[in-house]
T-cell receptor, first 109, second 114 residues
Framework: RKEVEQDPGPFNVPEGATVAFNCTYS??????FFWYRQDCRKEPKLLMSVYSSGNEDGRFTAQLNRASQYISLLIRDSKLSDSATYLCVVNTRYSTLTFGKGTMLLVSP | GAGVSQSPSNKVTEKGKDVELRCDPISGHTALYWYRQSLGQGLEFLIY????????KSGLPSDRFSAERTGGSVSTLTIQRTQQEDSAVYLCASSLGVTGYEQYFGPGTRLTVT
């Protein structure tokens, strides 16, 4: 099993739609979780951290399920500018971040 | 403040030549990472430095790859005798620490080996 797994997509959604991505991780000792966004031919940029209690930042909501070892990202009211690849990132206690291969989102008019 | 910077932004080199890629991390960040990303692929971890500790070189694909970090700041990734399969974007990132800290990426160096 890969350390961090994501559905590569693409997810094609119309503007205004709500879309959710899941990501599973294999190491139960993982302690820190993030979502990054990567635009085409650009570097990854931090979107948000994922906290145990779940957290929200505007239209974006991240949740963590430790029992099932997955994290999720929900995007409400999708915008054209949300089109990007979303990377799930996991960090175990004494290791660096492990990046998933990403889920591609395409928002169409 | 200033983010992570990398140079050059693009590098075209002939097969067999050596190349050096430079990364200047965010001031005060003790951890520095190198990744590479081939077209349409995910990030591949290469190496990281944390403070004065020995670097974790576990991701380096071959002994043609090496990296150093001088004075706990600027880092150079060197690829010797480049091969066509080395063509990729080489990304550098830095963070305040290793455990639990988010990483901030530079814009990358696009390496093309002809």
């Amino acid at each position: 099993r890969k350390e961090v797994e994501q559905d590569p997509g693409p997810f094609n959604v119309p503007e205004g739609a709500t879309v959710a991505f899941n990501c599973t991780y294999s190491n139960s000792a993982s302690q820190s979780f993030f979502w990054y966004r990567q635009d085409c031919r650009k570097e990854p940029k931090l979107l948000m951290s994922v906290y145990s209690s779940g957290n929200e930042d505007g239209r974006f909501t991240a949740q963590l399920n430790r029992a099932s070892q997955y994290i999720s990202l929900l995007i409400r009211d999708s915008k054209l500018s949300d089109s990007a690849t979303y990377l799930c990132v996991v960090n175990t206690r004494y290791s660096t971040l492990t990046f998933g291969k990403g889920t591609m989102l395409l928002v169409s008019p | 403040g200033a983010g992570v910077s990398q140079s050059p932004s693009n590098k075209v080199t002939e097969k067999g030549k050596d190349v050096e890629l430079r990364c200047d991390p965010i001031s005060g960040h003790t951890a520095l990472y190198w990744y590479r990303q081939s077209l349409g692929q995910g990030l591949e971890f290469l190496i990281y430095f944390q403070g004065n500790s020995a670097p974790d070189k576990s991701g380096l694909p071959s002994d043609r790859f090496s990296a150093e970090r001088t004075g706990g700041s600027v880092s150079t990734l060197t690829i010797q005798r480049t091969q066509q399969e080395d063509s990729a974007v080489y990304l550098c990132a830095s963070s305040l620490g290793v455990t639990g800290y988010e990483q901030y990426f530079g814009p990358g160096t696009r390496l093309t080996v002809t």
